[in-house]
């Protein structure tokens, strides 16, 4: 009952502008903590929401947020374009109270203008879901199998390996001895799509949206190689005799010596980066004869302008913040957060003069809905359309 008083206390300061800084760097700590306060929360901000409110002080609010993002430690002053998002895997903006670090007052104007005056008619805007689990399998002999439009089941067999549809995943079981010519399957994601497959070894690999993986139907030979184009991650079975090899876009081979790493390797990104997190792997060039960059848990190696950087402590979460259903915005600018929504939400991102130098904090989950995606990011001052045939149109 006393923190539901202060609750009441904070979000009445909070409506009639008349906050502290610590006030609101406290309310933000109340939300942050307990993501439960959130329904209260938006009903106490709905019953405020005919109070007449003083004029919206945009320079007292600047001053403020710039004091509240010093208090979290932040280098960057709200002078310039830093946004920390909470997210708290709820919908609107309620789900975002205290979206942005600096920028609490923002909350009630933008509720307000969202609601319609009483007896309005509205027109529902067009909107896109997030993702969902599918991906198309492509055979040995050039037929396609849509994988999300089947159920449980044996797809088929290739050779000696049985190709299983079971929970949302692919599974190839090899069985008896191989005479034949090695075969090779691709499984491709599309954007909107995620997958999870088996390979024959027992290695399970993850598929981020927009990702292409061809494996053979059964591993011979010395090596076990597959190849990579998107984003995946990797818990490789460990066989000595025979080691797991990754050839990525055609530029890197990832040799691994142990178990599980995440590789982006997307065409529309500048860079190539492999993040490990378990075990150990070994990352070289593939068309030059360059030293390998042998990495240990939590490091990270990039290929940029033609060469491999290493990173000694990476942002793991943030590398595989996908495969635990949420986006990581830790430093991501606002193109390569709109790539992101691009391949999720299945979008043709356009862009309407000049695209804001803006840089995003913080972590929200893949399940919401785009447009409540969208009503978080308008509050860093970015505008969006989005228009029929998922077209999101990025202006000033």
Known sequence: MEQNTRLQYLLDRLVQRTATTEELLELTTLVEQDSDTISEVESLLEASEESALPPYDHPHWMSVADKILQADKLSEPVSKPVYRIHFLHKWGWAAAVVLMLGTAAYLLNHYQQQKPPSGMATRAAPDATPGSNGAILTLADGSKVVLDSMGNGEITTQGNTRVVLKDNGLQYTPGGNRTEATAYNTITTPNGKQFKVALPDGTRVWLNAGSVLQFPVAFSGKERLVELTGEAYFEVAQQAAQPFKLKVRKQLEVA????????????????????????????????????PVILKPGQQVRWENQQLKMIPDANVERAIAWKNGLFNFEGVGLREMMRQLERWYNLEVVYEGNVPDVHFFGEMSRSLKLSDVLAGLESAEVHFRLEEGRRLIVMP
């Open 256 to 291: 691994v010596l142990g178990t599980g790493f995440n590789v982006n390797a997307y065409t529309n990104e500048q860079n190539i980066a492999t993040t490990l997190i378990e075990g150990a792997v070994r990352v070289s060039l593939t068309h030059e004869a360059s030293q």
